[in-house]
């Protein structure tokens, strides 16, 4: 057993993939109509057929306030792991992104928390020992 796919909630699938791929460096992998949104997926460029992060409307009545609850409580909806996180902090502060938390040491791993934009929470991780 394997995860192929997992998600992320947004409130813009367009902004989500212009963000996820343009900002982050996702690649993208579908994009399908299905109705008024599209089955949108991404992935690494370095795992092309790994596991895909579907951009998914939160169209649920319950997934606003979700995403809401976890973004006050600075809880990340998604976790990616980078060679160097610190790198990738200042790469991406240079295109303006917003950090909820900057380059922090916690045990094995430095870790970053981000806001996608889109309604979440996003942390990078990069493991240290």
Known sequence: MKIHLTNVMVDDQEKARRFYTEVLGFQQKHDIPIGEHR?????????????ELLLEPDEHPAAKPFKKALVADGIPAAAFMVDDVRAEYERLRGLGVEFA?????????ITVVLDDTCGNLVQLAQYIG
Request: proline content about 18%; overall charge negative.
């Open 39 to 51: 089955w949108l997926t991404v992935v690494s460029p370095q795992d092309p057929d790994g596991t």
């Open 101 to 109: 938390q900057q380059p922090t040491e916690m045990g094995p791993v």
